[in-house]
């Protein structure tokens, strides 16, 4: 413990007594200086004992005294030393009054005693409680080392815990709670979810305080890693702040969990060289080699039915990478959470991910984009920009057929590019519709080229031939009922259709023309 005045009191060698407040001489003390300056305030930065002679005040006088001891109870000075012997022969009444009113601890410093000799006490003293905490921090460190090589992440938080006589916590990147020390602090920890979300969004590293005298306990947050993104995070709760040696042990195990986590990271680095080899072979035909470069790696992955997963951000931006690297971080952490196998592949401003099929993994993808869905759906937060995600989520399948599930993946993907959408499943493409992928510009130019002669023929006024080729059309070439439709006689239409295949120069008999004819209209209608 730092020196306080009650330390100083019953220091032998000083002989101090004391004269007023004596209820606050359990008050730490951070410096002895001597001043005999009228207003010393300036130079005070709290928690000093101000050791006067009362050189150039008028001790005597009860209202200079008053403002003198009000000011250095203001300015935070936690007692007043006056040496008797030298301008005084004992303390004037005045003074003394004046600290008993404001409460200010005044103690009575003998002639035999310099104030030198206070203040190599005070030094000695904080010396001696700081090179405790110097050697508690290094016990502590090395506790907590030998708990990180022996026991991993929880036996360290167990250490942590015990140093700081509190609680403490680990986070995952994607903010779940990894492990809590001890075990009943991990609804606590829960309930900090959102605070390291909110941590996690600013420059690492970065830390915060939560709680405080009103809450159950106070909780220091920081994050994990040396990248841009944190890798993890800690929670250290306790009753009070944090002392010199639990704030050594604090550090201490931020460096030891930050070596893990890019231990982690280097590990992850080569798994997924690894996976990015076991895709090619996927992807190549070769499910046989691809599980013998995969060993155990992924489990049972690449043996039962997966889902193939590829997003890619919408523009080269450092948006769209913090979207690819959630996403990835996203489904890394459900798939560990929930014991499931998950590769991922980054392949530049796309993500290639292979999961279980109906997993967490993909679970956590379909509710990550859902997340970014209804952030676009809010008018302030805009709609797709630079940076946002598009995801094409493939039909289940197997080993074998993983080629058509990558190509199955990509073509939602490009769909959901198309519709301003954030996930498209592979499913969804089959159960809907084709006539919103019309929308594409390519297709309505070529609509545009294709019918652009009969547009320019019925702008004359000469005839409706769009008109009736939409009816003709749409009743399957039966010239009686596509007439009625339009209101006209049947040879009516068939000249009209004559004049169609004489403009355009192709005939109507043909299944395909007639294909193209019709989607044309189509594209041109949806404008």
Known sequence: MPPTLASLVHHSALKLTVRAGEDRLDVPVRWAHVSELADP?????????????????????PEAMRRYVKRLVGAGVVGLGFAVGVNYDEIPKALVDAAEQEGL????????????????????????????????????????TKQALNAGPEGLLGALAAQVDGWAALYDASGAVVAT????AGRRAARLTADVERLRDRPAPASSVVGG????????????????????????????????????????AIALLTLTTERSRSLQAAEQRVGAAVLRMLLAGEPDHARAVAGDLYGGLLDAPFRMIVASALAAADTGGDRLGGLAETVESAAARAGEAVLVVPEGERLVVLAADGGAAVAACAEYAAGLEAARAVPEQGT??????????????????????????????SVARRRGRVLVEHEQLAAGSVLPLLADDAVKA??????????????????????????WLSRHGQWDAAAADLGVHRHTLRYRMRRVEEILGRSLDDPDVRMELWLALKATSSE
């Open 41 to 61: 305030v300036p130079y005070m930065e709290g928690g000093e004992l101000l050791l006067i002679t009362a050189l150039k005040l008028d001790a005597e006088d």
């Open 105 to 144: 601890p005044l103690l009575e410093v003998p002639r035999r005693t310099p104030f030198l000799a206070i203040s190599k006490a005070v030094s000695a003293a904080i010396a001696a409680d700081q090179y405790r905490a110097v050697t508690a921090g290094f016990a502590a460190q090395r506790e907590l």
């Open 181 to 184: 020390a001890p075990e009943w």
């Open 213 to 252: 005298p009103d809450n159950e306990d106070r909780v220091e947050l920081h994050t994990l890693g040396t990248g841009r993104r944190p890798r993890a995070a800690l929670a250290v709760g306790t009753a009070s702040a944090l002392g010199t040696a639990e704030r050594y042990a604090v550090h201490s």
């Open 384 to 413: 797709a920009e630079e940076g946002d995600l598009v995801v094409g989520l493939s039909a289940p399948a197997g080993p074998i057929a993983a080629a058509a599930a990558y190509k199955q993946a990509e073509q939602a993907l």
């Open 446 to 471: 070529f609509a545009d080229g294709l019918l652009r002669a009969l547009h320019e023929h019925d702008a004359t006024g000469r005839g409706d031939l769009v008109a009736s080729l939409r009816a």
